[in-house]
Structure formats: C-alpha cells, structure tokens
C-alpha cells in the first residue's frame, strides 16, 4: 500500500494479487476484444482487452462474478502501475 491508497482491511485475509487477477493470460493487442456493453473503445488496446474480460460476466452464476471484477480491476490496477512508472 502506499499513502494514496491507505489498507482496505484485507490484509492477512490470505489474499494474493496473482490469484485476484486469475492466470488467464491478456490476449494479444491484435485480439483485444472490444470493451462490452457497447462500451466505445479506449484508444489503449491492454484497457480494451481487461474491460472485455466483463463480457464474461454475461451468462455466469452470480457467485462467479466477484471473481470475473477481481480479475479485471487487477489488470486494470497493473496498467495504472505502469502507466505511472513509465511503461508505455
């Protein structure tokens, strides 16, 4: 955590970032799906690609969709952290 962010309260809760974020790897920027919903695209191919992962919460068990959101704030988190150091 950092002072922007301050502990949300899940700590020692046995949580890891890489199972939050699943092991579905992003498909390639040619791939990318569109974002769902009819969502316009966002000009940046890796934020297009997490927000499709929504898609998926279309046609899944309630109990399954916490999951799916991890996983996409998790991606999305992860190009926030690179944007903000550098990576292009």
Request: glycine share 18%; proline share 11%.
């Amino acid at each position: 955590m950092n002072d922007e962010y301050p502990a949300q309260g899940i700590e020692g809760q046995g949580q890891t970032l890489d199972a939050e974020r699943g092991s579905v790897p992003a498909p390639a920027s040619g791939d990318a799906p569109r974002p769902p919903g009819g969502l316009p695209p966002t000009g940046d191919d890796r934020v297009d690609a997490a927000l499709g992962g929504l898609g998926r919460l279309q046609g899944t068990p309630a109990d399954n969709h916490v999951a799916v959101l991890e996983e996409v704030h998790g991606r999305l988190r992860d190009i926030l952290g690179e944007l903000s150091e550098g990576a292009p």
